[in-house]
C-alpha cells in the first residue's frame, strides 16, 4: 500500500506540472495568434495604402503613435517630390547658396529668428536627416552643401 501512495503523489505530482506546462503553451499560443492577427492587417493595410498612393508624394508613417510625414533616402525616390514641402524648401535653399551653407544662413531664408536660442535646433535636425538620406552633404565643421 505504501508503494501504490508514493506512486499516486508521484503521479499527482506529475500531472500537476504537465497542467501547468500545458497552460503556458497555451497561453503562448494565443499571444501568437494575436500576433498573427496584427501582423496580417498590418499587411493587408499596407497593400491598400500601396495601391492608392502615388509613389512620387510624400508618404505618412506612425511612429510612437504619432503620423509623420517620411523623408525618404535619395535612392529610393527619383526626385524631391517625395520630400515633404519643408525639406524641399530647405535643398532649394543650400542650391540658390551655390556652395557651403550654414544652418543659421538657412534658417535666416526660412524667417527663423536665430538670436533666440535653441530655435535653429529643429531645423539643424532636418538638415542632417537630409544629409543621412543622402540628399545633402554635411561637412565636418557643421556646413551642408548639395550632393552632385
Do not use: F
Request: with cysteine; charged share 30%.
Amino acid at each position: 500500500m505504501e508503494k501504490i501512495a508514493a506512486r499516486r503523489a508521484e503521479l499527482d505530482g506529475l500531472a500537476e506540472a504537465l497542467a501547468k506546462q500545458l497552460a503556458e503553451v497555451d497561453a503562448e499560443r494565443e499571444e501568437l495568434a494575436v500576433a498573427e492577427r496584427v501582423l496580417r492587417r498590418l499587411y493587408e493595410q499596407e497593400a491598400e495604402e500601396g495601391a492608392g498612393r502615388n509613389a512620387s508624394a510624400p508618404q505618412r508613417v506612425e511612429v510612437a503613435g504619432r503620423s509623420v510625414l517620411k523623408v525618404p533616402h535619395r535612392r529610393e525616390v527619383p526626385d524631391t517630390s517625395a520630400l515633404p514641402g519643408d525639406y524641399q524648401r530647405m535643398l532649394e535653399i543650400v542650391k540658390a547658396a551655390g556652395g557651403l551653407v550654414m544652418v543659421k544662413e538657412v534658417g535666416a531664408e526660412l524667417g527663423i529668428d536665430a538670436t533666440v536660442p535653441g530655435r535653429l535646433e529643429p531645423l539643424r535636425g532636418k538638415l542632417s536627416k537630409l544629409a543621412d538620406r543622402g540628399w545633402l552633404h554635411k561637412l565636418p565643421n557643421g556646413t551642408y552643401c548639395t550632393r552632385p
